[in-house]
């Protein structure tokens, strides 16, 4: 059974910090995702990696960076957190070649 | 243009009915296409993907893809309370990556 855990439900922090997401996944799949979820807006793509130390830009990336050391871990860093990075930000693995891409159970961020 | 389009909704059917979800996409170079509901509260979870043209069954689930009209559709027959959530269509590009529209909310009507 494929798992990808993310490392915190629900988080608080303050304006400025630095916040760390971590995702790790169990199937060795090549790319990982995160993505960030807004009412209105759908799923986003911020940043992906299809190899260990290798990372894409998506679609909206200004304001955090990407680290991924190992396979199995993709982390999200928010370099210096807004309020308006609060979001639900949800992270995802998938096979090269695009076959199904499995989320794990989201972090919902709140900066305060 | 968005790479992903979706109607919003809120799209209401009676339950028995056939919901369709309707998805249209940039891009004729993407090959591959995938469904996914999401439960209020939950992670999204894959329903079904397709790749080639035509139709896709899938029990009650049936994916339609048209690459030269540049438009996928999922068909929900049979529509059961349990299947209200949010629909997202999805493509993917030669270069690994994702791309997800805004969603559509279904709800099934007892």
């Known amino acids: ?112 | 243009q968005k790479e992903v389009e979706q109607n919003s909704g809120p799209l209401s059917v009676p339950e028995g009915a056939i919901a369709s979800l309707n998805c249209t996409y940039s891009d004729r170079g993407s090959q591959s296409f995938f469904w996914y509901r999401q439960y209020s509260g939950k992670s999204p979870e894959l329903i079904m993907f397709i790749y080639s043209n035509g139709d896709k069954e899938d029990g009650r689930f049936t994916a339609q893809l048209n690459k030269a009209s540049q438009y996928v559709s999922l068909l929900i027959r049979d529509s059961q309370p349990s299947d209200s959530a949010t629909y997202l269509c999805a493509k993917g590009t030669g270069a690994n990556n994702l791309f997800f529209g805004t969603g559509t909310r279904l709800t099934v009507i007892p």
């Open chain 1, 1 to 112: 059974d494929v798992k990808v855990t993310q490392s915190s439900r629900y988080l608080v922090k303050r304006t400025g910090e630095k916040v760390f997401l971590e995702c790790v996944q169990d199937m060795d799949h090549e790319n990982m995702f995160w993505y960030r979820q807004d009412p209105g807006l759908g799923l986003r793509l911020i940043y992906f990696s299809y190899d260990v130390k290798m990372k894409e830009k998506g679609d909206i990336p200004e304001g955090y960076s990407v680290s991924r050391e190992k396979k199995e871990r993709f982390s999200l860093i928010l370099e210096s957190a807004s309020t308006n990075q609060t979001s639900m930000y949800l992270c995802a693995s998938s096979r090269t070649g695009l076959t199904e891409a499995f989320f794990g159970q989201g972090t919902r961020l709140t900066v305060v």
